[in-house]
């Protein structure tokens, strides 16, 4: 067995080469074997698609709330502007 340290067009080349037919493993986990079979290493850290969406529709809401906040200190501002002058 081969160990390689990530995945590759190499490790491809080097498993299903004629002359080494050797199972390779990724350091991930990745398992690649000349027989044809190719099983999967460590999960994705990524999230899923419905968990981004999730956390974008959060992060718009927050956003619109301090939108609000800022416009309301943004009118304060003005009223206190005018106030001022008199």
Known sequence: MLTCNEFSNNIL????????LKRSV????D???????L???S????SSILTQLS???ERESAL???EAA???LDIQLANMHTQARE
Do not use: I, Y
Request: net charge positive; charged share 25%; proline share 3%.
């Open 13 to 20: 080349q080097v498993t299903f080469d004629k002359q080494v």
């Open 64 to 66: 619109r709330k301090q």
């Open 43 to 46: 999960r994705s850290h990524t």
């Open 55 to 57: 956390e974008l529709c």
């Open 39 to 41: 099983t999967g290493g």
């Open 70 to 72: 800022l416009r309301d």
């Open 31 to 37: 398992v690649f074997d000349p027989s044809g079979t």
């Open 26 to 29: 990724s350091l991930s986990g």
